[in-house]
């Protein structure tokens, strides 16, 4: 089936500096990916969609300024969480949807710890 | 916007019992069911998805059964297998884009 890769799988940053998590999908064009984030024993709360090419559109309540979204190729989408805290340490996964339309799969997450 | 709610929130069988976990869904324009398993510290898999066109769609000891009138939808396991433990998430869409999901099922298979 369809592979999509985040990297890295685990980070750890100190507070105040950025940190940027990579989503790729292997064997498809992703026209549009999705980022989530998870907290423990929670569902997954979508941040915003990203289309390559144009801006993210961003869900209710999330920063946009906080959660910058690059989308610049059809196999690479990019999460960069700017000035950490520790209120920020979160899983994060993302997902793709091919260009045909079709099942949207999932990346392995990326564990984040502000300290 | 969609709102998905599934039951329930933790499931216990014995191995080889069947598992059977329950969705509904608010919007009658969704027509795209998907779920998910997810591993402890992993991203969700997809395990099995169904359109609204489709009652019912079967991989091996995997089934999922949509009730479009009722705008409710089940995944069954059948012969559990401890490895089957995880939690499960159900999640509704139009089309096949943003995807709302349920708050999931702890499942708990135990030998």
């Known amino acids: 089936g369809a592979v999509v890769s985040q990297h890295p799988s685990r980070v750890i940053c100190k507070s105040g500096t950025s940190v940027k998590i990579e989503c790729r999908s292997l064997?498809?064009?992703?026209?549009?990916m999705f980022w989530y984030r998870q907290f423990p024993k929670q569902s997954l709360m979508l941040m915003a969609t990203?289309?390559?090419?144009?801006?993210?559109?961003?869900e209710q309540g999330v920063e946009k300024d906080k959660f910058l979204i690059n989308h610049a190729s059809l196999t690479l989408s990019t999460l960069t969480v700017t000035s950490a805290h520790p209120e920020d340490s979160s899983f994060y996964i993302c997902?793709?949807?091919?260009?045909?339309?079709?099942?949207?799969?999932f990346g392995e997450g990326s564990w984040l710890t502000v300290v | 916007g969609e709102n998905v709610e599934q039951h329930p929130s933790t499931l216990s069988v014995q191995e080889g019992d069947s598992a059977v976990i329950k969705c509904t869904y608010s919007?009658?324009?969704?027509?795209?069911f998907p779920w998910y398993k997810q591993e402890l510290g992993k991203g969700p898999q997809l395990i099995i998805d169904?359109?609204?066109?489709?009652g019912e769609k079967k991989d091996q000891r995997i089934a999922v059964t949509l009730n479009k009138t009722a705008k409710h939808f089940s995944l069954h396991i059948t012969e559990t297998q401890p490895e089957d433990s995880a939690v499960y998430f159900c999640?509704?869409?139009?089309?096949?884009?943003?995807?709302?999901f349920g708050k999931g099922t702890m499942l708990l298979v135990s030998p």
């Open positions: 999640a509704a869409s139009m089309g096949y884009s943003t995807l709302t």
């Open positions: 997902s793709a949807e091919g260009t045909g339309g079709n099942t949207i799969y």
């Open positions: 919007d009658s324009a969704s027509n795209y």
């Open positions: 990203s289309n390559e090419g144009s801006k993210a559109t961003y």
């Open positions: 169904i359109r609204s066109n489709v």
């Open positions: 064997d498809f064009q992703a026209t549009t």
